[in-house]
C-alpha cells in the first residue's frame, strides 16, 4: 500500500509540475485509480494491462522517458523499473513478440528478466 502511495504521489508531483493545482491533480488522478483497481480486481494482472510497454510502444516510452529524465531523475529510475516489471508481465500475457520485447529492455534495461 505504502508504494502504491509513493507511485501516486510522483503522479501528482508530476500533474503539478504541468500546472495543475493540488486538489485538481488529485482529482485528475481519481478515474485513472479507480479504473486500474476495477480492472486488477476483475480481470487479474494480465487483463487489467494497458498502456505503451503492454502494445509494444516502444516510441512511447522512449518519450515517457525523454521527458521524466528532463524533470526529475527519480521519478525516471522508477519508469524504468516498474517498465521492467511491466514487461515481464506484458510477456507472460503473451502479447509482445521477442523483438518488441529486446527493444523494450534495451530502452528500460535489461535487470530481472532471469532473475
Known amino acids: 500500500s505504502n508504494y502504491l502511495v509513493a507511485l501516486f504521489d510522483v503522479a501528482f508531483g508530476l500533474l503539478v509540475h504541468l500546472g495543475l493545482e493540488g486538489k485538481e491533480a ?9 479504473a486500474t483497481l476495477a480492472n486488477f480486481l476483475d480481470l487479474g494482472p494480465e487483463g487489467a494491462l494497458t498502456g505503451p510497454i503492454s502494445r509494444g510502444d516502444l516510441g512511447t516510452v522512449r518519450a515517457h522517458l525523454y521527458r521524466l529524465e528532463e524533470h526529475d531523475e527519480n521519478a ?3 519508469y524504468r523499473a516498474l517498465g521492467r516489471v511491466t514487461l515481464r508481465l506484458a510477456e507472460r500475457a503473451g502479447r509482445l513478440d521477442e523483438t518488441q520485447i529486446k527493444a523494450l529492455e ?3 534495461g535489461r535487470e530481472g528478466r532471469d532473475g
Open 26 to 34: 488529485r482529482e485528475a488522478l481519481r478515474p485513472l485509480a479507480e
Open 76 to 78: 525516471a529510475a522508477l
Open 106 to 108: 534495451s530502452v528500460l
